[in-house]
């Protein structure tokens, strides 16, 4: 039986490119892959078939040959041209199904490219670090303490007594990985002697049983900067855990809490500050003294009339900007304070006082009540 063009084979035109072919073929093995088609008697020829052209059109030097001469060029009827293989040895199946395999499946160690693996990174390490509003101000130096996996000083992290390198791996060469075959695939998986690093420990060092690596308190000062807030991230290049087999250290994070406070709430940049005032204070009008985050103190006017709730700004006497310039403001918010524990002439004086109020005295309530009389008019209604 003739051979089909190897282009209707993966169903794309003579001018594909190497993108095309390769997608074309991704979608071909998904859809003839023996195990998706075991209903199908003939999907196994079709998916080999399928390989076979992937193979040959992958490569731009086969690709113009089979342009040129067609099948000939493969089959030895160009006297010595290049010969395609077909899959009757396993390694031209293999190379041309593992360039898509990593694809569709992942791989089999997470690592594209076979061979030995390299030298891993250490891991992240998070520290969390509960600061107060006043440092969160004025931004400071921070000691701190945190348990680290730090490079073997014995191995110099090679995990062999005194610091000699590590030998290959006898079961997979050095490779990291290992192979074996299942039916027309080849199967290739982690080395377990090694653990994929290629590489074993005959004398392993005293100090860290071979692990290249011990636990630690590592002592760092940090440079807190003026204006964090909860939830800020500090990186520290290089100072998580150390890397495995001699790879780069992870990295730190410090991740600020800033406490709440007595006497401010905090809105991003800006402070605010109940105050309570004297039913007095407030009726007349006069002065207040208020702490500002600073620790200095300003005073604010209280206008005559004021209610609860009324807030008076100070500009710039909020938390400075994280980055960049500028600064929040402070928002002074009044608190009327009703008297408590009052004496008979206290009792006396106030309802005299309230004997001698107008209507217009207090505006709020008789604008209230005036509603809640329409309201219950309309109800009888």
């Known amino acids: ?17 190497a993108a095309e072919i390769k997608k074309a073929y991704r979608k071909k093995a998904k859809e003839l892959h023996p195990d998706r088609n075991a209903d199908n008697p003939d999907a196994e020829a079709q998916f080999k078939e399928a390989n076979e052209a992937y193979e040959i059109l992958k490569d731009a030097e086969k690709k113009a040959a089979y342009d040129r ?4 060029a493969f089959d030895g009827g160009m006297g010595g041209g290049p010969r395609a293989g077909g899959f009757g040895g396993q390694g031209d199946f293999a190379s041309a199904f593992s360039d898509v395999f990593e694809d569709l499946f992942g791989g089999f160690s997470g690592q594209r490219g076979g061979g030995r693996q390299r030298a891993a990174r250490g891991s992240d390490l998070r520290y969390n670090l509960r600061i107060s509003l006043e440092e969160a101000y004025n931004g400071l130096q921070k000691s701190i303490t945190v348990p680290n996996l730090s490079t073997c000083d014995d191995c110099h992290g090679s995990g062999a007594e005194g610091g000699a390198e590590p030998q290959g791996c006898p079961t997979c060469s050095g490779m990291g990985k290992v192979r074996a075959q299942q039916g027309f695939f080849t199967v290739e998986r982690t080395c377990p002697t090694c653990s994929g690093s290629g590489q074993i420990v005959k004398n392993p060092c005293q100090g860290c049983g071979g692990a290249g690596r011990i636990q630690k308190e590592k002592a760092l000062s940090v440079n807190i900067p003026a204006g964090v807030e909860t939830g800020t991230r500090i990186r520290l290049s290089g100072e998580g855990e150390a890397g495995l087999r001699g790879g780069p250290q992870g990295d730190l994070y410090i991740f600020i809490e800033v406490d709440d406070h007595d006497i401010f709430q905090r809105d991003g940049m800006d402070l605010f500050c109940r105050v309570p005032v004297s039913m007095v204070s407030a009726a007349l009008g006069g002065e207040i003294e208020v702490p500002t985050i600073d620790g200095g103190r300003s005073r604010v006017k209280v206008p005559e009339g004021s209610q609860s709730g009324r807030q008076m700004r100070l500009r710039s006497k909020g938390m400075p900007a994280l980055r960049g310039a500028g600064q929040g403001d402070m928002y002074i918010e009044l608190a009327v304070e009703t008297p408590v524990k009052l004496t008979s002439k206290q009792k006396e004086l106030l309802r005299e006082f309230e004997d001698s109020c107008a209507s217009s005295n207090n505006p709020n309530a008789n604008g209230f009540f005036e509603k809640v009389k329409g309201f219950w008019d309309d109800m009888k209604g």
């Not at 039986?1 to 490119?17: E, I, Q, S, T």
């Open 1 to 17: 039986m003739a051979k089909r063009d190897f282009y209707d084979v993966l169903g794309v035109g003579k001018g594909a490119d």
């Open 69 to 72: 001469y067609g099948h000939a």
